[in-house]
C-alpha cells in the first residue's frame, strides 16, 4: 500500500478516518486487519470506525463501515453524519442534499456548514420488558433496531447514570445470551425531562464507552418517547458533553406486535473535520 489518504473527522466525540476508496484502494472485503491497525490509538491513525466511500449505481454513493475491532456494521448515525459531510467537501457530491446506501438500507442527509441530518432506516423489532442478571444485579431492559441493535436502560437519577459501571454491565449485557448471535450496543439513560436525555453507551466493536453514539441517542429518544413520554425533538446530552437532536414522528399503523410505533426518524448534529492527512504503511 502506498500512502493513503484519508480525513479525520468526529462526529459528537465519536471519531472515524474516512476514506474516498471509489476508485479500490481497499479491497473492503478483506480490510479488517488495517481497520484493526489503523484505528489503535498512539501507535497509528486511531479512531472508533473507518469509513470507506463507494461507487454505487443508485444512489450517490454506498459506504463501507467497520469498527476499530474490524468487525462491520449495518449504520452508525454519527458516521453517517461524517460520510454525508465528507462526500459534499470533496466533491463527490455537489450539492448538499444526498442519499447513499448502507446495509441497513439508504440513508438521506442534508448538509448546513458543519451540521448535517440524517433521514435514518425505519427502526424496528422493538421489545419492552426484558429482565436480566448480570453480576448479581437486576437490568429491566428494551431493545430497539435502530439501525443496529441497541438495549436502553434507565437511571433513576443523574447520580445514578454518573455511577454506573458502563464498562462492566455494558460489556455484560451486550454478551448475553438473549441478545446473540449480533449482540446489542447498551445504553445508560437519565431522562431530565420530555425533551431533554443524557445518555452513556458501551459499543460493541469498540467495547467499551464511547464519547457519543448515534443510533444509541435514536434508541434512548425512542423507548423514551414509548416509555416516559418524551416528544420530539429531543435533545441528548452524550458523554462527551455534546448535543444530538433526535426527531421523529409516530408511524401510521403498527401491523403486528413488536412493530416499531416510529416512523420517519432523524438524526442531526455537527460533523466536523479533525484533519486531512496521508497515512504511511510503516503504522500498520
Known amino acids: 500500500m502506498q500512502r493513503l489518504p484519508f480525513f479525520k473527522m468526529t462526529g459528537s466525540g465519536n471519531d472515524f478516518m474516512v476514506i474516498d476508496n471509489r476508485e479500490g484502494l481497499l479491497n473492503a472485503d478483506r480490510c479488517q486487519d488495517f481497520v484493526r491497525r489503523a484505528c489503535r490509538r498512539k501507535l497509528s491513525a486511531g479512531a472508533d470506525g473507518v469509513i470507506l466511500i463507494e461507487r454505487d449505481p443508485e444512489v450517490d454513493f454506498k459506504w463501507r463501515f467497520f469498527n476499530a475491532d474490524g468487525s462491520e456494521a449495518e449504520m452508525c448515525g454519527n458516521g453517517a453524519r461524517c460520510a454525508a459531510r465528507f462526500a459534499y467537501l470533496t466533491g463527490i457530491v455537489a450539492r448538499p442534499s444526498l442519499a447513499f446506501r448502507t446495509l441497513a438500507g439508504v440513508i438521506e442527509a442534508v448538509i448546513s456548514g458543519n451540521r448535517v441530518k440524517v433521514q435514518m432506516t425505519r427502526p424496528h423489532s422493538f421489545q419492552t420488558g426484558i429482565r436480566l442478571e448480570v453480576h448479581e444485579r437486576s437490568f429491566d431492559l428494551d431493545f430497539i433496531n435502530t439501525g443496529v441493535p441497541h438495549v436502553v436502560w ?43 436525555l443524557t445518555v452513556r453507551t458501551y459499543e460493541r466493536g469498540v467495547e467499551g464507552e464511547t464519547l457519543a453514539c448515534g443510533t444509541g441517542a435514536i434508541a434512548a429518544s425512542l423507548v423514551s418517547a414509548a416509555k416516559h413520554g418524551a416528544v420530539s425533538p429531543v435533545e441528548v446530552v452524550t458523554s462527551g458533553g455534546e448535543t444530538l437532536t433526535v426527531h421523529f414522528e409516530a408511524a401510521a399503523s403498527t401491523p403486528h406486535p413488536g412493530a416499531s410505533p416510529f416512523g420517519k426518524v432523524y438524526l442531526e448534529g455537527e460533523a466536523r473535520v479533525v484533519y486531512e492527512a496521508q497515512l504511511w504503511e510503516e503504522t500498520l
Open 154 to 196: 434507565f437511571a433513576a437519577s443523574a447520580r445514578e447514570l454518573e455511577s454506573a459501571d458502563v464498562l462492566k454491565w455494558g460489556q455484560a449485557l451486550r454478551l448475553h445470551p438473549h441478545f446473540q448471535p449480533a449482540g446489542a450496543n447498551v445504553n445508560f439513560v437519565w431522562p431530565r425531562d420530555e425533551r431533554r
